[in-house]
């Protein structure tokens, strides 16, 4: 057992996310390993509480820093990370000037390493802990990010990106090299060899992943929606709703499907730990469909922001009642910072919704980040918490990491000013040490 001694902060699971943090100005986080082998949190609380628990323990102490959960960033793609900051009049253009020449760089295995060992360093060094992302539509790129989100025991789940037309012909999916099969059918079968092989190995999982329905045929979203039936414990991750020229390009290309989000469902591709990326222009029927299916949003308010898209509705989504967390979306995001993400959702709350505007509490926004997008993947009490049982990756976070941040938090008289301050000021110099659950091997 391992003991780590600072400010803690933690979420109920049974309140109002916007009152649900923890915090122990001096905590106790107490981490063992469970029955499977792997690092999770024993107990955490007051440290003169637990102390006496455990008096001959060592501990690892940090004063004047905050452990928090890891955080759990729900969409974004990791070979658009040289295409970050590239400006482009809107989503489709910058789709064509910029993503798919990048992504055509992603057939070489060289490349697709590289890229992978640099952005899994980025999202570590940012305070990420488990990730939702894209590839490309190359088996190289899927394999390559599994193989160092392994080698660092990151929590990952990934998938090939299933595009067989309206792009480019080096990013689509390819048919067979020796020409039995076309690209449709060898990109299913990619997915499902894929699956098989990396779904469920250490803390790995697999997303089928479209990458929007446009860029799909009819075969191939019904067959991943054949897969997704077959599969029902890997997840689903696509983009909708994001632009209004795509929706309108959408209703051509499926005039009988009632919308856009609807799409999907017509082809079996709505149902619990389906994450949809956007989500901003529904009204209430497609609210409705994300609830009653289980599917659940990733919001995305710097690229939102950054491309012009629109404002995620937190009033609808609310009323109405389907799950949803943060993400970054680098490379259409502007960043990996967790903390520029919140900032940004606060923002959108306070311009996009209604004339008064939302203001969304630090606690919120942080649960978002953490123990909300992680029930968005169905991980809830896995990852993004620091209750017992919960796998054990957390941040140490130094809220003197620079004058400004120092000074602030100083002066802060509540958590929620702790908190806003660190949302607003802050960055990857924030994050002081990233601390990933490891398994244990048995002797």
Same mark, same amino acid.
């Given at each position: 057992?391992? !003991?780590? $001694? ?6 109920? *699971? ?14 106790? %986080?107490?981490? &063992? ?6 690092? @999770? ?6 440290? $003169? ?66 890229? !992978?060992?640099?952005?899994? !360093? =980025? ?18 790129? @899927? ?7 392994? *080698? ?18 080096? /990013? ?30 250490? $803390? ?22 054949? %897969? ?5 414990? /890997? ?6 709703? =994001? ?17 856009? %989000? ?21 009204? #209430?029927?497609? $609210? ?24 995620? #509705? ?16 680098? &490379? ?48 809830? &009490?896995?990852?993004?918490? +620091? ?7 957390? /941040? ?20 929620? =000013?702790? +908190? ?9 110099? %924030? ?13």
């Amino acid at each position: 057992m391992k !003991a780590y $001694r600072a400010a803690i902060l933690r979420f109920a *699971t049974d309140c109002d996310p916007g009152q649900s943090a923890i915090y122990e100005q001096d905590g106790l %986080l107490l981490v &063992g390993v469970n029955a499977q082998g792997r690092q @999770v949190v024993q107990a955490v609380g007051p440290y $003169r509480e637990l102390r006496t628990r455990f008096p001959d323990i060592a501990i690892t102490h940090w004063p004047e820093r905050i452990i928090a959960p890891g955080f759990v960033d729900l969409h974004s793609h990791y070979p658009q990370t040289n295409v970050i900051g590239s400006p482009a009049e809107g989503l489709l253009p910058w789709l064509e000037h910029y993503t798919f020449p990048e992504e055509r760089r992603f057939a070489s295995p060289d490349y697709s390493t590289e890229a !992978a060992q640099f952005f899994i !360093a =980025e999202l570590l060094r940012n305070g990420v802990t488990t990730a939702l992302t894209f590839a490309t539509s190359h088996p190289a790129s @899927v394999n390559a990010l599994f193989t160092e989100a392994q *080698t660092q025991r990151m929590r990952l789940i990934t998938g090939l990106c299933l595009m067989d037309r309206h792009a480019p012909a080096d /990013v689509l999916n390819q048919a067979a090299a020796n020409g039995g099969l076309d690209a449709t059918e060898q990109s299913l079968l990619d997915t499902e060899a894929l699956i098989r092989q990396w779904h469920g190995v250490d $803390r790995l999982g697999y997303a089928i992943t479209p990458r929007f329905a446009p860029t799909s045929t009819d075969a191939q979203l019904r067959g991943a929606g054949e %897969l997704a039936a077959s599969y029902p414990e /890997v997840w689903i991750q696509s983009h909708v709703a =994001e632009n209004k020229l795509e929706i309108a390009w959408a209703r051509q290309l499926f005039p009988a499907s009632r919308s856009y %989000l609807a799409t999907y469902g017509d082809f079996g591709l709505l149902r619990h730990r389906a994450i949809y990326a956007h989500c901003i222009h529904f009204d #209430d029927d497609d $609210r409705a469909l994300m609830r009653n299916t289980g599917a659940a949003a990733a919001v995305c308010p710097t690229s939102n922001l950054f491309l012009g898209s629109g404002f995620f #509705d937190y009033a609808g989504a609310d009323r109405v009642g389907f799950d949803y967390g943060l993400a970054s979306d680098v &490379g259409g995001g502007t960043s990996f910072s967790p903390f520029h993400t919140m900032l940004a959702a606060y923002t959108v709350g306070r311009e996009g919704q209604t004339k008064t505007g939302l203001s969304l509490s630090p606690q919120q926004l942080w649960w978002q980040h953490t123990a909300g997008a992680a029930r968005a993947l169905g991980l809830a &009490g896995v990852v993004g918490n +620091l209750q017992p049982g919960c796998e054990a990756d957390f /941040v140490v976070l130094n809220p003197q990491a620079t004058p400004l941040l120092a000074r602030r938090t100083a002066l802060a008289t509540s958590l929620d =000013e702790l +908190l806003f301050s660190m949302i607003v000021l802050g960055d990857d110099r %924030l994050v002081q040490q990233t601390v990933i659950s490891q398994a244990i091997q048995a002797r």
